[in-house]
């Protein structure tokens, strides 16, 4: 089973449909059990990076998260799931995240409108499985008000608003997701389509 983290900050509805409409069975949950038995997880998230990240700790899930992926299995983080994956986050403060992939989540500071919110075509930096379905220069669906600076290392495809964004990156089996697939249409889904590949 794949399971869908509940942690009180997700649109959990939303991604598990769109889960479902490309043939991916997934079960919300914040059991622990079910998680730690979970083929995959997958981590949503809407809101502030401090209240998710205590929201994680209060449920004594970060442990857990950790504990799958050094299983070798997959996760993949969406929006504000993806920015939980790295080192450390300045918004309203400091604050230590799961530190499952280096860098750190900043503030967009630029010229243009913050948040980044609309539709983004995105580049590639690199092949991966999950973008098999889609093209360069495709569009999708953002909308955050920070962003993960780290190295290109982990970088498979980004965006340009007023800076380099990344949108989509992967470390081993850990995959972070900035925008929504769940709201980006056909692109979206042909993603979840291709994590749901590699997760079987």
Known sequence: ???????GLGNLDSVSR?????????????????????N??????VGAFRDAINSLKDMKLIPVIKEHVDKGKF???ICLGMQLLYEK??????????G???????????????????WNNIKFNKKDEIIKYINEDDYVYFVHSYYANSSNEELVAYTDYGKTIPAIVRKNNIYGIQFHPEKSS?????????YGEMIK
């Open 1 to 7: 089973m794949n399971i869908i983290i509940d942690y």
């Open 18 to 38: 769109a889960f479902k409409m490309v043939g991916v069975e997934t079960k919300i949950s914040n059991d622990i059990n079910e998680i730690n038995n979970a």
């Open 40 to 45: 995959s997880i997958i981590l949503p998230g």
């Open 75 to 77: 996760l993949i983080g």
């Open 89 to 98: 986050s300045y918004e309203n403060g400091v604050y230590e995240g799961l």
């Open 100 to 118: 499952l992939i280096k860098g750190n989540i900043e503030k967009l500071d630029i010229d243009l409108k913050v948040p980044h919110m609309g």
């Open 186 to 194: 056909k692109v979206g889904a042909n993603i979840l389509k291709a």
